[in-house]
Nanobody, 124 residues
Framework: QVQAIESGGGLVQAGGSLRVSCEVS????????MGWFRQAPGKERQFVAT????????SYTDSVKGRFTISRDNAKNTVYLQMNNLKPEDTAVYYC?????????????????WGQGTQVTVSS
């Protein structure tokens, strides 16, 4: 089965940077649009960023625009989220997800496979 394995989470001070990665198993990575979601304590999981199969199109939630960058390396079956100027409000479990659907890429229901999540904690 398809699995997504995340790495790179951890503790960082406000204003710092962190890059989380997600490697996806199998031969079909280039057929998946990829997304990052996050869930803070007591909150619902929310959309963060998404990238198209080819990497030519990206979209972000307003609160991370200008600070976060999503990218992918199809040769490595890996999607990345570079997070700069981190804020305490960014503290959450970050999940990567893969989709085969071509519409509504900002909605959880569009995604078929999910990673286990990685904790990102931003201290004041």
């Amino acid at each position: 089965q398809v699995q997504a394995i995340e790495s790179g989470g951890g503790l960082v001070q406000a204003g710092g940077s962190l890059r989380v990665s997600c490697e996806v198993s199998g031969r079909s990575f280039s057929n998946y649009g990829m997304g990052w979601f996050r869930q803070a304590p007591g909150k619902e999981r929310q959309f963060v960023a998404t990238i198209s199969q080819s990497g030519h199109w990206m979209s972000y939630t307003d609160s991370v625009k200008g600070r976060f960058t999503i990218s992918r390396d199809n040769a490595k079956n890996t999607v990345y989220l570079q997070m700069n100027n981190l804020k305490p409000e960014d503290t959450a479990v970050y999940y990567c997800a893969a989709r085969t659907r071509a519409i509504r890429p900002m909605e959880e229901a569009s995604y078929d496979y999910w990673g286990q999540g990685t904790q990102v904690t931003v201290s004041s």
